[in-house]
């Protein structure tokens, strides 16, 4: 599965289509900005709210800053790219409207980021062990 880029921003930003939430209380595929750097995944309250997931246990957050926060943890199922994810803990965004996928979620995809064609793709099992193996071989 091939996603472009959002080039609304420059350099250009990776992107994945997400779905948040399962059954009739499910909201997407909407856009996720892909971000390596951040620990967790931030979720617009109000997309949380449309999921109906309850609020979970108050955290202290950092900001690439250092700047500290009260934020919310929710529990919630996501789905990219075929991929069905329970028990995802989110951090609740006041302060944006887009999704930001941390590494709490990317580090349980296999993804290519190809900047020079700027897309984004998530692999097949088969595609993600053929890279694997050739990298041990070198």
């Known amino acids: 599965m091939s996603t472009p880029y959002n080039k609304t921003y420059v350099p250009p930003f990776p992107t994945l289509p997400v779905t948040l939430g399962e059954g009739a209380s ?11 750097g951040a ?6 309250v109000d997309l949380l709210d449309q999921i109906g997931v309850g609020e979970g246990e108050q955290v202290t957050i950092r900001s690439h800053f250092g700047e500290r926060q009260i934020a919310l943890l929710y529990l919630v199922p996501l789905s990219i790219a075929g991929a069905h994810l329970v028990g995802i803990y989110v951090v609740g965004n ?9 590494r709490n979620v990317l580090n349980k995809l296999s993804l290519l980021l190809d900047g020079p064609a700027q897309q984004t793709d998530v ?7 053929r890279l694997r193996a050739r990298r041990v071989e070198t």
């Open 26 to 36: 499910r909201v997407g595929p909407v856009p996720a900005l892909i971000d390596s």
């Open 39 to 44: 620990d967790t995944t931030l979720v617009p």
């Open 94 to 102: 006041e302060a944006t409207d887009e999704i930001i996928l941390g």
């Open 123 to 129: 692999l097949d099992d088969a595609t993600a062990q």
